[in-house]
């Protein structure tokens, strides 16, 4: 059971009890869905027969089980810990190329069989996950996978998501 500090709930109109139920079941939902990412990749993944290549959008210290699955290449923004990222066995970590704000994904030559934006829609402006959802479509092989992991959707954006990919025009 999780400790809540009594002044975080004080003037609050909730009772005792529902804080008991709710705060169990809040930590256990989103700590199973942080920490499940990893099993996640692996039950999509595992289906590839051959080694194939994967875009780890929004890398960050880079995942350690992608590697396993072929040729890994990371791409985040300036600052991101690249040793780290290459030292799990990504085949390569770039930055992003900054043209008038928009963020470009690098690997414009080469075609993925699966694009992962993990957590991604958290840390950057709604405009942006666009641009990068549209560019990453256009980096997919012809029935390529796109692997998308985020908590925090709005209404708006399932339905802009899908209008993105169906249909897939390559």
Request: glycine content about 8%; proline content about 4%; aromatic content about 12%.
């Amino acid at each position: 059971m999780i400790k809540v500090k009594k002044d975080y709930w004080e003037g609050r109109n909730i009772s005792s009890q529902k804080i008991k139920r709710y705060i169990p079941l809040w930590f256990y939902k989103l700590n199973r869905f942080r920490f499940g990412d990893e099993d996640f990749l692996i039950r999509r993944l595992i289906y590839f027969k051959k080694k194939i290549k994967i875009l780890d959008v929004a890398c960050g210290g880079g995942q350690h089980v992608l590697p396993r699955f072929g040729d890994v290449y990371g791409v985040d923004i300036r600052g991101f810990p690249r040793e780290q990222v290459m030292e799990k066995g990504y085949k390569n970590a770039s930055e992003y190329l900054d043209q008038n704000e928009n963020k470009i994904i690098p690997y414009q030559n080469l075609k993925f069989d699966v694009v992962c934006m993990l957590q991604l829609n958290a840390h950057i402006p709604i405009k942006i996950f666009n641009d990068l959802l549209h560019q990453t479509r256009l980096l997919l092989k012809e029935n390529g996978l796109l692997l998308i992991i985020g908590e925090f959707y709005s209404k708006g954006l399932i339905p802009k998501i899908l209008s993105y990919l169906i249909p897939a025009v390559h």
